[in-house]
């Protein structure tokens, strides 16, 4: 066979599935990690982005058992990713507003220092799934994921710093709202694209009748 550049639908299929496996477990144990940091920190700001990287987590999850299935079952898919991120970013914003009403002495140094880990898994990760960008839509969900979650350590890294700086709770709420604002933008983009296809596939089914 002559070297063509092609690649068979089996072979990508696999290499998709072991990226995904690879995102799945990195975000999954760091979902857990800035979860119980953030909860030691007490800092909205890191729970916020441990939630975001459990549902990174579990978009990654879904991705996988969508490969190789119909296109209708990839949509759900998205759909499925794209509502999970909604709920957990309005989760966040809820969080934020009983922080402010009870209040909290986020942990600077337990701040910068998880998000830095975090930041280096996420670029990992997003230098993976850079092929996949352009692909179907439940693979373009999961990179738009991992984009939103170098945003947010970029975000915990610079309130971490403010509060180190100011002495003052604040930035870790301000950063925590960003979040959760960009979450919910992430979410209601991903859920566009889910529908844009599905309307795409109706077309099409219509079409060829």
């Not at 738009?144 to 180190?164: E, H, P, Y």
Request: charged letters at 20%.
């Amino acid at each position: 066979m002559s070297d063509c550049g092609c690649e068979a639908p089996e072979v990508k299929t696999e290499q998709e599935r072991r990226v995904l496996r690879i995102a799945l477990g990195l975000n999954a144990a760091m979902a857990v990690i800035g979860g119980l940091a953030g909860w030691i920190a007490q800092s909205t700001g890191l729970l916020a982005d441990a939630l975001d990287m459990l549902s990174d987590a579990t978009a990654y999850a879904i991705a996988l058992l969508a490969i190789g299935r119909s296109a209708l079952f990839k949509i759900r898919a998205a759909t499925l990713s794209g509502g999970i991120l909604l709920v957990l970013g309005l989760g966040v914003l809820f969080e934020v507003g009983r922080r402010l009403i009870y209040g909290a002495e986020p942990l600077s140094e337990w701040m910068i220092g998880t998000a830095i880990l975090s930041l280096v898994v996420n670029l990992t990760v997003l230098r993976l799934l850079a092929p996949m960008r352009s692909g179907e839509v439940h693979l373009r969900a999961t990179w738009l994921f991992t984009r939103a979650d170098v945003v947010a350590n970029l975000g915990v890294i610079f309130a971490g710093l403010l509060i180190l700086w100011l002495g003052v709770p604040y930035p870790d709420y301000v950063i925590g709202t960003l979040i959760g604002l960009y979450v919910v933008k992430e979410a209601v983009e991903i859920l566009r694209d889910a529908r844009s296809e599905a309307t795409n596939e109706f077309e099409d089914a219509r079409s060829g009748l």
